[in-house]
């Protein structure tokens, strides 16, 4: 019982941080109220989606920023499905590096967007990272035989 | 599920209730070029009782849309072929479309003006999201005849609201 507890604090210790941290905001909650019996994993599945559906774009973004002329539409496009992704499972600072992003796509700021796409892949892994640890960390609380806490 | 090699998508809750219940139970069909945004409106419809197909763009929308109810052999449903056949035109019968505003080559408002402008589906009420609060946008599409605008991301809270509004209006 005691290494349940343990365990579920440790988690729950670690998704509050990541809400401090802004990894994380209010839209992930609401992913995680929407899980039940029917679909308990259907947190895991979006998150996994996302992932998927990142990498796919910052990779499409470093294509079109390699390219001359470059297609500042094209790359705008991107960005806005990224954000929009980010925003739906509550990736905060990934989207926030968004927005900059589509704004220098605007001004058609060379640099700016070069900064964001690097920015992008920085904060995209680290999300990544904490989600992958917050979710092994699910996973030890449910092998012991505890549940998830809803924070 | 959602499958990215057709363009809809059926799925409703695991138990299937009896007649009455049928006939109370919202058909929503949501169109969002977004995977993500896809899977998630689903599950916020499904977990208000809706029974839910979605579509990735305005083109698979509108074939959906077209083939209900078509029960000559000749035509086949665009796309899904693990769907059930239509019984009664009820069956599959669309109560309501959701539909995200931002997407390519069709956006929500050109869905939205061809549903309107359909004598069939024009009565079929639509809701339009956006992760962008434009007034001109949400006036746009007011004036076009959408039912209501929401700002993406959707809660849960959003979609009680659509619930009240939507069975207002049908009482």
């Known amino acids: ?5 343990q365990l579920q604090r440790q988690l729950s210790d670690y998704t509050n941080s990541l809400y401090r941290e802004g990894f994380l905001d209010d839209q992930f909650k609401q992913l995680q109220q929407l899980q039940d019996e029917s ?9 996994y989606l996302f992932f998927e559906d ?9 294509k079109t920023l390699s390219q001359q002329p470059m297609d500042f539409k094209k790359m705008d496009a991107h960005v806005h499905q990224l954000k ?3 925003s739906s499972i509550g990736a905060q600072r990934v989207q926030k590096v968004c927005i900059a992003f589509r704004n220098y796509c605007e001004e058609q700021n060379i640099d700016g967007c070069l900064k964001c796409l690097q920015l992008l892949r920085n904060e995209y892994t680290l999300v990544k990272n904490r989600l992958e640890t917050m979710f092994k960390m699910e996973k030890q609380v449910l092998g012991a035989g505890g549940s998830i806490p809803l924070n | 599920m959602d499958d990215s090699s057709s363009g809809c ?11 009455d219940d049928d006939r109370k139970e919202l058909h929503v ?7 993500i945004d896809r899977k998630i409106v689903e599950k916020l419809l499904i977990s208000s009782s809706c029974k839910v197909t979605t579509a990735e763009n305005g083109i698979r929308a509108l074939e959906y849309l077209g083939n209900l109810g078509v029960h000559s052999e000749s035509q086949t449903p665009a796309l899904h072929q693990d769907d059930a056949i239509p019984t009664a035109a009820g069956d599959l019968k669309v109560n309501l479309i959701i539909t995200d505003y931002c997407m390519p080559e069709m956006t929500g408002y050109e869905l939205l003006k061809k ?3 359909s004598s069939i589906l024009k009565d079929i009420p639509v809701i339009v999201m956006s992760s962008e609060n434009i007034p001109t946008r949400i006036h746009k599409c007011l004036e076009e ?22 069975m207002q209006c049908r009482s």
């Open chain 1, 1 to 5: 019982m005691d290494v349940i507890i």
């Open chain 1, 39 to 47: 679909n308990p994993d259907f947190v895991v599945e979006v998150v």
């Open chain 2, 29 to 35: 069909l949501a169109v969002d070029d977004n995977i």
């Open chain 2, 115 to 117: 549903i309107k402008e």
């Open chain 1, 54 to 62: 990142s990498e796919r774009l910052i990779s499409e973004l470093a």
């Open chain 2, 145 to 166: 005849g959408a039912q209501m605008f929401m700002l993406k991301p959707l809660k849960h809270s959003d979609v009680t609201r659509l619930r009240c509004q939507l």
């Open chain 2, 9 to 19: 998508s059926h799925s409703s809750k695991k138990k299937s209730t009896m007649a």
């Open chain 1, 84 to 86: 929009g992704s980010s």
